[in-house]
T-cell receptor, first 116, second 112 residues
Framework: SAVISQKPSRDICQRGTSLTIQCQVD?????MFWYRQQPGQSLTLIATANQGSEATYESGFVIDKFPISRPNLTFSTLTVSNMSPEDSSIYLC?????????????FGPGTRLTVL | GENVEQHPSTLSVQEGDSAVIKCTYS??????FPWYKQELGKRPQLIID?????GEKKDQRIAVTLNKTAKHFSLHITETQPEDSAVYFC???????????FGRGTSLIVHP
């Protein structure tokens, strides 16, 4: 299976600031995604991180608020900009690797963000 | 787009009992149905999946069934153990699209 690490694992931030979350995979992967999971809730897809091009955002999420980079096939960042308490959540990186089982999705350990 | 409904939202059983979680999907083109287990404070992990060319798949104490005509699939856990306590998510996706649509999750509590 793909080994995924995220940094930071958790952070407490002030309103109005920004936080960049890093996702590193131990092998090249076809697709990378960013999810948000609020306490007790399901997984909400924020965007697909595209290597070498702009990310594809889901309805309700915009690039100005959640800029995403993916400079290569093993690394991506998600920035949560101009944070408010409503952004408090767990942010998860996820990958699908073509060399593994068809469509099998792996998740990173998550970044627990608290905005004061 | 795809819509996945999952029931129940909470399921409480005694150790040794069976547990069943049900999901329905809306898009008949969906052909891949994974189930994820998420323990408290941990990441979701794939526990079993099924593709639309089969009706049932088993792996030790867990099994998944699929009814394409009715567009529903279910997770069955037999001889439940306290370590089965977790949130379980079902999902559905279409061929060619790697992005599944997740259900809202079922919190399974197994009482010793």
């Amino acid at each position: 299976s793909a080994v995924i690490s995220q940094k930071p694992s958790r952070d407490i931030c002030q309103r109005g600031t920004s936080l960049t979350i890093q996702c590193q995979v131990d092998s090249q992967v076809t697709m990378m995604f960013w999810y948000r999971q609020q306490p007790g809730q399901s997984l909400t897809l924020i965007a697909t991180a595209n290597q070498g091009s702009e990310a594809t955002y889901e309805s309700g999420f915009v690039i100005d608020k959640f800029p995403i980079s993916r400079p290569n096939l093993t690394f991506s960042t998600l920035t949560v900009s101009n944070m408010s308490p409503e952004d408090s959540s767990i942010y998860l990186c996820s990958v699908v690797a073509s060399e593994y089982s068809y469509n099998e999705q792996f998740f990173g350990p998550g970044t627990r963000l608290t905005v004061l | 787009g795809e819509n996945v409904e999952q029931h129940p939202s909470t399921l409480s059983v005694q150790e040794g009992d069976s547990a069943v979680i049900k999901c329905t999907y809306s898009d008949s083109a969906s052909n891949y149905f994974p189930w994820y287990k998420q323990e408290l404070g941990k990441r979701p992990q794939l526990i079993i999946d099924i593709r639309s060319n089969v009706g049932e798949k088993k792996d030790q104490r867990i099994a998944v069934t699929l009814n394409k005509t009715a567009k529903h699939f279910s997770l069955h856990i037999t001889e439940t153990q306290p370590e089965d306590s977790a949130v379980y998510f079902c999902a559905a996706s279409k061929g060619g699209s790697y992005i599944p649509t997740f259900g809202r999750g079922t919190s399974l509590i197994v009482h010793p």
